[in-house]
Each structure stands twice: as structure tokens, then as C-alpha cells.
């Protein structure tokens, strides 16, 4: 294009050396005075046109002609400028708020969320940042931190009150009776198991004076009534004995919620709990076992966690594409985020533009705008040129038909 803009001002030149030679040396009528002047307008127009396209990427044929090279000289002017327009004209609080609401865009996130395979991916891409996130974490400082936290938690935590209610509750509503019922059957089942040992207990404990015979009667005795107790208490929901076991139960729980001394003893024998270095191991293995869980989920397509978090987000798409007042709510959220980050950070924002434009080699700049607009560029000269032939063509004309 250079080429071509160039060689027309050589032609229009050429015309013009010609059209002048014909009208002096071969005395050519008027119509080499009009060729003559279009020529003389066109080299003018041609010149004038080269000279403003060079001046914008280099000092026209060297000199320093001021106000000439444009763009490697404001480069850096350019570029805060560039970054102060887009700043005020597309950073602004009203149009990025404008803009958002004009999109709509909870309806379309609530559509394309109710879509399957829409939330298949997004489920996809939750489960791929959990495992990232995990796997980066380091599993020493988090047990440490879970550790801390959790006896941290505990230590400041007055537990007795708390069991206490829970207790009474548990008495009150008879949950405790499958519990009694177990520990009866096991004890039935163990004397069973165990009468000889039993047996022999009790006759190690008689007085040596007294005779064998009689030792085994006693325990035999002992043992049949132990095991006609524990018998009764299993078969026997009206028990005695069960009813004492209410009441102690029903008592402990008063005191744990009431009595100073025994909620002391409580906390006494929980930090001690604490305090035992099985215990701080379970608590930091806890941490392993959470992760080890949530990465096995995450990786399962068919876990209960995927598939929950898929009906959640295909749930939510069928509310937010139907529910106006939520769709307000998510555009508001939004639209709340955009706005701050917009208004808060939009130096940091627009700096990535005048450090960027500021950051390019002035010359190579200069080439590179010349390469990607010059196409163009060079048709304004060839323009020039042929609007100011025409131009000095009707200027000519005119003032022949004036008599000048």
C-alpha cells in the first residue's frame, strides 16, 4: 500500500511535469492548465497526507519537527489515557450495574444450571477444586490446627451441664431401656458361661475354718440367686432393680446439671481425657479420615456427595429460573461484587494497561500499530491525493470562469 500510495504521488507529479512541458513547449490549449493544476493540487494533498501519517510513527525524513512522532514520543501518555477512559467509561459503578442488569443474569444462570449436563460439569469442576485444595493442604498443619481447635474447644466448653440435660431427656423418653436390656442379657449370658468361675470366687473368699463341702454349697447358692436376679431384671420390664436404675440415672443427671462438686469432677476428668496422648492422636487422625473421605466422594461420580450436589444445583437452577424475587436476590449479590471490585480496585485494574502499554519498546510499538492499521493509513494518502487533484481541479476552474 505504501508502494501504491507512493506511486501515485510519482504519477500525478509526472502528469503534472507534462501537462506543463505541453503547455510551454508544444503550446497546448487550455486543457493542459486544468491537467495541470489537478496534478499540482494531487502532489500537494499527496505530500501533505504522507507527512501525517509519518509524523504518527517517526520523525518525517528524520528531522525534529515538532509534534511529529506521535506514538513512540505519548506512548506512555497514550497508555494512561487509554487506561483513565476505560476506568471512567466501562469501570463506573452505573454502567457495570447497568450492564449486569440488562443481562438477566439469574434467569440464565437458573436455566442453564436445570440442565443435566450443566450441572454434571459444574459438579465436575467442584469435585477437581476440593481434591486440588485438599492435596495442596499439608496434612501435618492441618491435624495441628484441627487438634488445637477441637481441645481448644473443648477445654473452654463446660460439658456437664450439657450431658446432664441430655440424660435426663434420654431417661425421660425410656431411651435407656435398650441399653439396661443389653447389659442384663450379656450379664445372663456371661454367668452362663462362666457359673465354675463364679463359683470358685465365692469359695476363695470363705473363712478357712469352714468346710469344703459347705463353700461349694454357699456358692452354688450365690451363684443361683445372682443368676435368678440377673434373670428377673432381663425378663421383667417392672423390675425393681430397673426402677433403681431410673432413679440413679434421673439423679446423676440433676447433679451433672446442678451439683458443683460432681460437674467439677466432670471437668476434672475430661481434661485429663484430653491431657492423654491417645486421645490427642485420635483427634489429629480425624483429619485423615475426614480427607481421606471427602477425596474418595469427590472422585466417585455415583457418591452420595456428588449426587446430592447435583440435585442441589439442578434444584436451585429450577428455582432461580422461574423465581423472580430469587433472581433479584442473585443479580443484587452480583451485582454487589462487581460493583465493589470495580469501585475499590479499579486503579489496580487500569494499571494493567498503562503498565503494560508503558512496559513496550517505543519503536517496536510504533511498528506494530503501523503494521495493523498502516493498510488503511496509506489510503488516506492515496485519498489526499485524489481528493486535492480534484479539488485544484474545481479551484481552477472557478477561478477561470471569474476571469482569474
Not at 130 to 138: C, D, E, F, I
Not at 359 to 364: I, T
Amino acid at each position: 500500500m505504501k508502494t501504491t500510495a507512493t506511486g501515485l504521488l510519482v504519477l500525478v507529479a509526472l502528469v503534472y511535469v507534462l501537462a506543463k512541458y505541453a503547455q510551454h513547449a508544444w503550446g497546448a490549449g487550455g486543457w493542459a492548465g486544468y491537467v495541470a493544476a489537478a496534478a499540482e493540487a494531487g502532489m500537494v494533498g499527496a505530500l501533505a497526507d504522507w507527512f501525517a501519517v509519518t509524523a504518527l510513527f517517526r520523525r518525517p525524513l528524520g528531522l525534529p519537527i515538532p509534534h511529529t512522532a506521535i506514538i513512540p514520543t505519548k506512548k506512555d501518555q497514550l497508555g494512561i489515557s487509554l487506561g483513565e477512559f476505560v476506568g471512567e467509561n466501562f469501570l463506573s459503578s452505573d454502567v457495570v450495574k447497568a450492564r449486569l442488569h440488562s443481562l438477566g443474569i439469574g434467569g440464565r444462570l437458573g436455566a442453564w444450571l436445570a440442565e443435566p449436563a450443566h450441572a454434571d460439569r459444574v459438579t465436575a469442576e467442584l469435585a477437581t477444586a476440593l481434591r486440588g485444595a485438599l492435596t495442596v493442604l499439608r496434612d501435618a498443619d492441618v491435624q495441628a490446627v484441627v487438634g488445637e481447635a477441637i481441645t481448644r474447644r473443648a477445654e473452654t466448653a463446660e460439658i456437664a451441664p450439657g450431658i446432664g440435660k441430655t440424660l435426663e431427656r434420654v431417661v425421660a423418653d425410656g431411651g435407656h431401656h435398650r441399653a439396661v436390656d443389653l447389659v442384663c442379657a450379656k450379664a445372663h449370658d456371661w454367668l452362663v458361661t462362666h457359673g465354675e468361675s463364679v463359683m470358685d470366687a465365692v469359695q476363695g473368699g470363705a473363712p478357712g475354718w469352714t468346710p469344703r463341702f459347705v463353700d461349694r454349697k454357699v456358692g452354688d447358692r450365690v451363684y443361683k440367686e445372682l443368676l435368678r436376679f440377673v434373670t428377673e431384671m432381663r425378663d421383667m420390664p417392672e423390675h425393681p432393680a430397673r426402677g433403681a436404675v431410673d432413679r440413679f440415672l434421673t439423679d446423676f443427671a440433676a447433679e451433672l446439671q446442678s451439683d458443683t462438686e460432681t460437674r467439677a469432677r466432670v471437668e476434672r476428668l475430661k481434661s485429663e481425657l484430653l491431657a492423654r496422648g491417645e486421645v490427642q492422636d485420635v483427634i489429629a487422625s480425624a483429619w485423615t479420615a475426614i480427607r481421606s473421605m471427602i477425596i474418595s466422594a469427590a472422585e466417585d461420580e455415583q457418591s452420595e456427595l456428588r449426587l446430592r450436589v447435583r440435585a442441589s444445583l439442578m434444584s436451585l437452577g429450577a428455582r432461580l429460573a422461574t423465581d423472580g424475587r430469587l433472581q433479584d436476590k442473585v443479580e443484587g449479590w452480583i451485582e454487589g461484587a462487581v460493583v465493589y471490585v470495580v469501585t475499590n480496585y479499579r486503579t489496580e485494574i487500569t494499571s494493567l494497561i498503562t503498565d503494560t502499554v508503558a512496559g513496550w519498546d517505543a519503536e517496536h510499538t510504533s511498528r506494530k500499530i503501523e503494521a495493523h492499521i498502516g493498510r488503511d493509513l496509506q489510503f488516506i494518502r492515496i485519498n489526499g491525493t485524489v481528493v486535492g487533484a480534484l479539488a485544484g481541479l474545481v479551484i481552477y476552474t472557478v477561478s477561470r470562469a471569474f476571469g482569474a
